[in-house]
T-cell receptor, first 114, second 115 residues
Framework: KAGVTQTPRYLIKTRGQQVTLSCSPI?????VSWYQQTPGQGLQFLFE???????NKGNFPGRFSGRQFSNSRSEMNVSTLELGDSALYLC?????????????FGPGTRLLVL | AQSVTQPDIHITVSEGASLELRCNYS??????LFWYVQSPGQGLQLLLK??????LVQGIKGFEAEFKRSQSSFNLRKPSVHWSDAAEYFC?????????????FGAGTRLAVHP
């Protein structure tokens, strides 16, 4: 079974632009979570989607948004990019985001904001 | 508040030596704990997990971890380190919010292996 895939793997943007990242979960997984990883803040939870609904959101500004499609693929969007948005963005999937489930991570998208 | 502490930012060991990476958690209920490994430029790979039962859990690549409730710890061990184990290791606890989970990660421990 294929793992979690993320596209693109690398992105370079300039301040003020917006960006969209994509995540395809493991087949059969319906919960998709997004995390931001930076050297200063470590790994931080962004949000989680299940059945096209955002169920859980971390402490990030409204510039960070996401959505999930009926096939469970998810996208996250960052508008009005800031230098501090440079990070590795990781997507993780699980069956339904339930109590005893394991999250499986993709390789990440590395975003550099200039 | 729920949190995970990994006291060691960097650890260097010689190839063939034993390894222990420390993880302490703060969580009011029964914790569900994970260890993930991240190689440079890569995502996170699950090493092992603890949900309940036997407090000594075995994982992939020869790793094991022991859950000690009295010490709020979930330390990762390996009896003999290989050069390919050089990576960053993250301990995480599941936080349940509204019936679904998110992971709270420690800051990570970067492992270097000397030949």
């Amino acid at each position: 079974k294929a793992g979690v895939t993320q596209t693109p793997r690398y992105l370079i943007k300039t301040r003020g632009q917006q960006v969209t990242l994509s995540c395809s979960p493991i087949s059969g997984h319906r919960s998709v979570s997004w995390y931001q990883q930076t050297p200063g803040q470590g790994l931080q939870f962004l949000f989680e989607y299940f059945s096209e609904t955002q169920r859980n959101k971390g402490n990030f500004p409204g510039r960070f948004s996401g959505r999930q499609f009926s096939n469970s693929r998810s996208e996250m969007n960052v508008s009005t990019l800031e230098l501090g948005d440079s990070a590795l963005y990781l997507c993780a999937s699980s069956l339904a985001g339930g109590r005893l489930e394991t999250q499986y991570f993709g390789p990440g998208t590395r975003l550099l904001v200039l | 508040a729920q949190s995970v502490t990994q006291p060691d930012i960097h650890i260097t060991v010689s190839e063939g030596a034993s390894l222990e990476l420390r993880c302490n958690y703060s969580y009011g209920a029964t914790p569900y704990l994970f260890w993930y490994v991240q190689s440079p430029g890569q995502g996170l790979q699950l090493l092992l997990k603890y949900f309940s039962g036997d407090t000594l859990v075995q994982g992939i690549k020869g790793f094991e971890a022991e859950f000690k409730r009295s010490q709020s710890s979930f330390n990762l061990r390996k009896p003999s380190v290989h050069w390919s184990d050089a990576a960053e290791y993250f301990c995480a606890v599941v936080l349940f919010s509204g019936g679904y989970n998110k992971l709270i990660f420690g800051a990570g421990t970067r492992l270097a292996v000397h030949p």
